[in-house]
């Protein structure tokens, strides 16, 4: 099937430009319905698989830079390319969903696509892939340094503020307690209730 031009300038101005020709391919390839979508705060895209459809959807957030979004761009064809052969018979970010995710992304782990303060962290990151890249704190700052809003922002990733420090979320008050495994105990200081939030995420300093 020939991929319709409106989703080559979707690419075209969310992808970086080596990568266009490519991911019009795995379009080609297997088509899918796509969509970019408003920011969502618990996703950076998504793709769910539905056995009554015969062409499936994947969506990303319209705010990723186009490097994350080359990233999980193919993290979600991925997906789809496993259910394609294997259906529901295998774990979402299972040995199957890696492999898939390792053998398409290998072309783009080039200096041409991503640039070299990524690509060091990225091909550690692809040995073992996980569910998310956000999980990730190496490859997240390196990433993040290309954010659209990355040169005139206030924000820090969690993990970076000391113990005890205040910091604004989602327009809230809240107090960095100690640090858990990939989960930071923080305190509202309004009501002094405690939650566990992502050492990645972005926070700005009180």
């Known amino acids: 099937m020939k991929i319709p031009p409106a989703l080559i300038s979707i690419f075209t101005k969310h992808l970086p430009p080596t990568?266009?020709?490519?991911?019009a391919l795995l379009w080609e390839e297997i088509p899918f319905h796509f969509h970019v979508k408003a920011p969502r705060t618990s996703k950076l895209g998504d793709f769910r698989y539905r056995k009554d459809q015969k062409i499936q959807t994947i969506t990303l957030n319209s705010d990723l830079n186009p490097y994350q979004f080359?990233?999980?761009?193919?993290?979600?064809v991925a997906h789809l390319r496993t259910f394609e052969r294997y259906g529901l018979a295998h774990a979402p970010h299972g040995k199957e969903w890696k492999k898939e995710f390792q053998q398409l992304l290998a072309p783009m782990l080039v200096e041409?696509?991503?640039?070299?303060?990524?690509?060091?962290?990225?091909?550690?990151?692809?040995?073992?892939?996980?569910?998310?890249?956000?999980?990730?704190?190496?490859?997240m700052k390196e990433?993040?340094?290309?954010?659209?809003?990355?040169?005139?922002?206030?924000?820090?990733?969690?993990a970076d503020l000391?113990?005890?420090?205040?910091?604004?979320?989602?327009?809230?008050?809240?107090?960095?307690?100690?640090?858990?495994?990939?989960?930071?105990?923080c305190e509202e200081v309004s009501t002094g209730k405690k939650f566990l939030v992502s050492k990645l995420a972005k926070v700005t300093p009180a």
């Open 19 to 23: 990568s266009v020709s490519y991911c």
């Open 70 to 76: 080359l990233l999980t761009y193919i993290h979600e």
């Open 112 to 139: 041409s696509v991503f640039p070299r303060d990524i690509l060091v962290p990225l091909r550690l990151h692809m040995k073992n892939p996980s569910a998310s890249s956000a999980k990730d704190l190496f490859l």
């Open 143 to 158: 990433m993040s340094k290309y954010d659209l809003k990355a040169t005139d922002s206030t924000e820090k990733f969690l």
């Open 162 to 185: 000391p113990e005890g420090q205040s910091f604004f979320l989602q327009g809230r008050q809240f107090t960095k307690k100690e640090t858990r495994r990939t989960r930071v105990l």
